[in-house]
């Protein structure tokens, strides 16, 4: 099975062969949470940026 992309309705659905590195694909996916929520933040990129830096190093 390859990656499929689908857009239904208001979603977007990501159908991945089980056999994907699932360390890397919860990397991406803590990613694409990090820019969903900065784009709704009033902080600065920066600031957005140091605070994630300071959570990865605790």
């Known amino acids: 099975m390859k990656m499929v992309i689908e857009r239904i309705n208001n979603e977007i ?8 590195d699932i360390t890397g694909l919860q990397r991406l996916i803590d990613f694409i949470k990090f820019r969903e929520i900065a784009s709704s933040s009033k ?3 920066n600031e957005i940026n140091n605070l994630a830096r300071e959570s990865k190093s605790d």
């Open 43 to 45: 902080a600065e990129e």
């Open 13 to 20: 659905v990501i159908k991945i062969p089980s056999d994907t």
